[in-house]
C-alpha cells in the first residue's frame, strides 16, 4: 500500500465519460489499518487491490476515481493527517475526489465525471455508511451498479447498552451481509473479485 496526499485538481480525469467506472470509496490508511482499521482488512485490502490491478490491465480500462472522506479535526480521517491518506496510490488520470457526506456523490464532481449510462463497479468502506448510500444513489441515477464481495467492509455495529452490562454488537460481516441483500434487492449486482476481468472487457 502507498499512501497520497493527491489533490483532486491535480489529477487530470478522462475528457469522456467511460461506459465503466471502478470507484473507491474511503479507502484510506485509517479504514485498514490494524488499530483503527475494519476486521478483516488485510483481506478486504488485498481484494481491492486485485480489483485495482484488474481494472488497470483490462482490455479496454475503465475510468478510475479514488474518493477520500473528510473528517474533522481530531478524527482520524482529519485532513492531511496519516489516516487520511489513500491507501493505494492513484495513477495518472485517475481522479481524487474529496467528500465529507456519505453519498459520494454530493458535494463532489462525481456527477460530472460519471455518466449516467456508466455501469460503476464499487469497493470500499463503510458497507452501511458511504457505500450504501452511494450505491444507492448511482442506482437513482439510473446507473448500473456492482458491488464487489470481500472488497467492502464495516465495524461491528452496536445494538444495545445496558447499565453496567456489555455493550451487545452485530459482527461486522453480519452488517456487511445485511447490506449486500439490501442493495441486491434494490438492483445492485454483488460480484466476485474474479468476476471483475468479464465485468471490465464486456460491451454495455
Known amino acids: 500500500m502507498a499512501d497520497s496526499d493527491s489533490a483532486s485538481t ?27 482499521g475494519v476486521p478483516m482488512a488485510t483481506p478486504v485490502a488485498a481484494n481491492i487491490e486485485r480489483a485495482l490491478h484488474f481494472a488497470r490491465t483490462s482490455r479496454t480500462p475503465p475510468l478510475i476515481i479514488h474518493v477520500r472522506n473528510t473528517g474533522e479535526p481530531g478524527e482520524a480521517d482529519a485532513p492531511h493527517t496519516p489516516g487520511w491518506q489513500l491507501a493505494f496510490a492513484p495513477a495518472r488520470g485517475e481522479p481524487v475526489l474529496d467528500k465529507t457526506k456519505n453519498n459520494a456523490f454530493s458535494g463532489t464532481r ?12 464499487v469497493v470500499g468502506m463503510q458497507s452501511d455508511f458511504c457505500i450504501r448510500a452511494t450505491c444507492s444513489a448511482a442506482l437513482g441515477r439510473g446507473n448500473t451498479v456492482y458491488l464487489v464481495e470481500e472488497a467492502h467492509a464495516t465495524y461491528d455495529r452496536p445494538e444495545a447498552y445496558t447499565v453496567g452490562g456489555p455493550v451487545l454488537f452485530t459482527p ?31 460491451e454495455s
Open 10 to 36: 491535480s489529477l487530470s480525469p478522462s475528457p469522456t465519460h467511460p461506459r465503466k467506472v471502478l470507484l473507491l470509496i474511503d479507502v484510506q490508511v485509517n479504514m485498514l489499518a490494524p488499530a483503527t
Open 110 to 121: 462525481l456527477a460530472e465525471l460519471v455518466d449516467r449510462k456508466a455501469a460503476l463497479v
Open 172 to 202: 461486522a460481516h453480519r452488517v456487511v451481509e445485511e447490506i449486500e441483500s439490501e442493495l441486491q434487492e434494490a438492483g445492485v449486482f454483488v460480484v466476485k473479485v474474479d468476476d471483475l476481468p468479464h465485468v471490465f472487457d464486456e
